[in-house]
């Protein structure tokens, strides 16, 4: 498909974001700017969202340039620029044209339309939340998040004269050779204790000022802040308890079923640290691709059988360039696909060494990027501010569908069984990590005058709670009381996390219709889609054919389809 950026009807075509002076010009007017009639009002929201749209892409390259290559100091402080120098000046004219548009009168007639209900809603929040002495502070916590990613991205080791990277040397821990992953297990333990201290100061400098937040803005805890800076009006604290809940009482007595008949298999009567990732029947990784190509040459023929549409996405994402997929030396880890709301077609960045995994995060990423695609025409951006239990939604759901189509990386069918298989066991080992993490974020705020020494202990109670007590981790204590750090979640985007837990409940719920009718399920997938955030979250799941619901009886359906599923295979 042919995409370029709309015509810029507000914003100089050649604007380029090197001072505040060159942005100011465009909040003074939005701000000076009368509003004497609906028509006038309307075009003010319009001019509104397409400076947003700007800005947010501006920062969004920054981003993805500096965790392309963490080494190079100048896409840093590029980086670091945008977010010391241009956030917090936008932030106290955000809020005063927020407070201009709700003293509007003419909001009322847009709010017969769902999409601006929803949207306004949120604006109100940020009104009600917004403190100015939280600009700065928040311009900090910005810039020294960032340091999570500098410190992760030079994370390597040496292995047969080579230097591998962290993901690089994860791939070799699924080996069948015993020796080989001890060697690697250690090598990575070792590198990763050289920053275990470093990590732990560099929270306790976030914890501290996001409290601040909380407290600047009338709340005890920083948690309380954020589930309501994160516009969750479709559930509460209470619910994410009884999410948590309802994992250990469900899904982690199956994970330890399904850990005790991989240890028969393994012939051990307990897990070594390094033996959590290797087939238990001794067969070598999977390997389906070679390079970052293959994956994505693979990744477009499967997604244009699942729907054509859906191929056409991610080739005009290469056409324009718009992936970096290879893992490399100085690159940060982990993988996301950023939205670029004026071009309308996102990046994918991950770190894929030719693994299983790396298919998964890429048609996970993929299904953000339809995301992207299908929500691209909506009139403001605020309405493809998605949340993210609905944007993941999108992912999850794109992993399941695609299962049907991963013959294209596994030709042999026993080889297509075994992936299929370790994606649905991934489902029921990953729920209770996302609750662990989820009620160790909640304990985190809540007492956060806590000391390092009881967070570790707080995070090993955890560990007791949601592992199965399979694996032997004498003289590897401290690898498994640090292993928190490894999720850039709790210091980059602290409490986005359970979404993946309610949206893979959402996902399996739409997998589990296409196998009923396919067509449907995926109509119903794109439609849901199509409303990015117009609608309630409970809306958008309806139109995907499935339920907002996380109850433990809705959670144990699920559970027994994938056991079932599990069977079959």
Request: proline content about 3%.
């Amino acid at each position: 498909m042919k995409i370029s950026k709309p015509t810029r009807t507000f914003v100089d075509e050649d604007l380029i974001i090197d001072s505040w002076e060159s942005v100011a010009p465009y909040f003074d007017d939005l701000l000076n700017r009368k509003l004497d009639s609906q028509e006038a009002f309307n075009q003010w929201l319009k001019d509104q969202s397409e400076l947003e749209a700007i800005l947010e892409e501006d920062q969004a390259w920054r981003y993805i340039k500096m965790t392309i290559d963490t080494r190079d100091e100048e896409l840093s402080k590029s980086f670091t620029f945008f977010v010391s120098e241009i956030q917090p000046k936008i932030a106290p004219l955000q809020d005063q044209l927020n407070r201009k548009l709700n003293e509007s009168s003419y909001t009322a007639e847009l709010e017969n339309d769902p999409a601006y209900t929803i949207l306004f809603r949120s604006i109100r929040k940020s009104l009600e939340l917004y403190r100015e002495e939280n600009v700065a502070i928040a311009a900090e916590v910005a810039e020294e998040s960032q340091k999570f990613g500098a410190i992760s991205g030079a994370q390597s080791i040496e292995h047969e004269g080579k230097t591998l990277t962290m993901q690089k040397a994860a791939s070799l821990l699924k080996e069948p050779d015993e020796e080989l992953r001890k060697e690697i297990f250690n090598k990575i333990s070792d590198r990763r204790r050289q920053d275990v201290n470093a990590l732990n100061e560099l929270f306790d400098s976030l914890l501290k000022k996001r409290h601040q937040i909380a407290e600047n803005a009338g709340f005890k805890n920083f948690r309380d802040y954020k589930m309501e800076a994160m516009g969750r009006f479709d559930y509460t604290v209470s619910d994410c308890y009884d999410f948590h809940a309802s994992v250990k009482e469900l899904i982690v007595p199956i994970s330890k079923k399904m850990q005790q008949e991989r240890l028969v298999k393994l012939g051990k009567e307990k897990f070594m640290p390094w033996d959590l990732s290797v087939d238990p029947e001794g067969k070598a990784p999977l390997k389906p691709f070679e390079t970052g190509k293959d994956l994505l040459n693979g990744t477009v023929d499967m997604f244009s059988k699942i729907d054509p549409y859906f191929g056409d996405c991610l080739s005009t994402m290469n056409e324009m360039k718009h992936l970096d997929l290879e893992s490399k030396e100085g690159k940060s880890p982990g993988g996301y696909n950023y939205p670029l709301y004026e071009i309308g077609v996102p990046f994918i960045f991950m770190n894929a060494v030719g693994a299983h995994q790396d298919v998964v995060t890429m048609v996970h990423e993929g299904g953000h990027a339809v995301h992207s695609f299908l929500s691209r025409e909506l009139e403001l951006t605020g309405f493809k501010s998605t949340p993210s239990e609905v944007a993941e939604l999108a992912s999850m759901s794109m992993e399941l569908l695609s299962m049907e189509e991963w013959g294209r990386f596994y030709k042999d069918s026993t080889e297509l069984k075994r992936a299929k298989k370790e994606q649905l066991e991934s489902i029921l080992k990953i729920l209770p990590w996302i609750a662990q993490v989820d009620e160790f974020q909640h304990w985190l705020y809540e007492n956060y005058d806590h000391s390092q020494e009881e967070r570790t202990n707080k995070w090993i109670s955890l560990c007791e709670e949601y592992g199965t007590g399979l694996t032997d981790w004498t003289g590897f204590e401290d690898v498994l009381e640090s292993s928190w750090q490894r999720q850039l979640h709790i210091f980059e985007v602290p409490f986005y996390y359970i979404e993946y837990g309610i949206a893979q409940l959402g996902a399996l719920g739409v997998w589990k219709n296409s196998l009923d009718n396919k067509i449907l399920a995926i109509n119903q997938y794109k439609n849901a889609l199509k409303l990015a955030y117009t609608r309630s979250i409970p809306e958008i799941y309806e139109t995907a054919g499935i339920e907002f619901n996380f109850t433990t009886e809705h959670i144990k359906k699920l559970a027994d389809f994938v056991e079932l599923q599990l069977k079959e295979m």
